[in-house]
């Protein structure tokens, strides 16, 4: 560890926003890197959700980011503070992009390094799925280990390394039904990054008519050279449809 990392610890420790944990060997929970790790190579389940919502205002979501927060820690998750975001074209401009985030949060399925392991606690699906209905959020993502049949876990094997490592089921689901959403738009994703990255998913969710317009007719204008191209045009088409379908209610 360097100096600079050291300050940003102690940084972290002194404003009460600290992510540390109690025990030393998961003081680096804070880093997305550390999570999607630990949910790739162990099958830890996971949620991602956002608290922004529509007409709330700047200081309105960011207070119900803030309140969100507790809930998850006095619930006795662990969570990691995620962006989900899209590239807006700024105006006058045909090659600059804006960034546009949304503060949101990766939640794991593990036990609090600051919480009595002897505590119950309700299942992360549950205490998931009343936070996004309290916020009114239309979505939220779960990941949670694949079972077989018999109730065991499954395994895939990494393309990469060749490793087998536990399957997990990433999917969005409705805070008003508690279902996975069976739309194109919501999954499901293959891992954790196409989760957090997908630039459709986080612009349905923060109701950007105007982006995905513009996505769709980007799409409509990309031309596939091979047979893969054209399905994955062919679903991000679907997707995007989808999408402002769903927005127009």
């Given at each position: 560890?360097?100096?600079?990392q ?6 972290e ?5 600290s992510?540390?944990l ?6 680096t929970?804070?880093?997305f ?24 205002g ?14 998850f820690k006095?619930?006795?998750?662990p969570?990691v ?6 590239l807006?074209?700024?105006p006058?401009?045909t ?6 985030t949304?503060p ?5 399925g ?10 119950e606690?309700e299942?992360?699906?549950?205490v998931?799925?009343k936070i ?27 393309p ?6 536990p ?7 409705s ?11 919501a ?6 990054t196409?989760?957090?990255?997908d ?15 513009e ?5 409509k204008?990309f ?7 054209a399905m994955?045009?062919d ?9 402002l379908k769903?927005?127009?209610?």
């Open positions: 560890m360097d100096l600079s050291l300050k940003n610890l102690i940084s420790a002194l404003n009460g926003e992510m540390l109690a025990k030393p060997e998961l003081v929970e804070a880093s890197a550390r999570a999607k790790k630990q949910i790739e190579q162990d099958g830890v389940e996971f949620v991602m959700i956002s608290a922004f919502r529509g007409g709330k700047h200081v309105g979501n960011r207070a119900q980011h803030k309140q969100m927060k507790t809930e006095l619930a006795g998750y969570f503070e995620m962006l989900g975001g899209y807006e074209d700024v006058d401009s090659y600059l992009k804006n960034e546009v949304e949101s949060l990766l939640v794991l593990q036990q609090r390094g600051d919480r009595d392991p002897s505590l606690r299942g992360l699906f549950q998931a799925l996004a209905r309290k916020y009114e959020q239309d979505s939220f993502i779960y990941g949670g280990p694949v079972v077989t049949a018999d109730g065991a876990p499954a395994f895939k094997n990494d990469t390394t060749g490793d087998l490592k399957a997990v089921s990433i999917k969005a689901y805070p008003r039904t508690g279902q996975e959403i069976n739309e194109p738009w999954g499901p994703w293959n891992n954790l196409t989760a957090k990255e630039d459709i998913y986080w612009s349905v969710i923060a109701g950007k008519r105007g982006k995905l317009s996505q769709l007719e980007r799409y204008k031309r596939p050279v091979s047979r893969e191209t994955r045009k679903h991000y088409l679907k997707s995007i449809k989808s999408g769903r927005l127009q209610y």
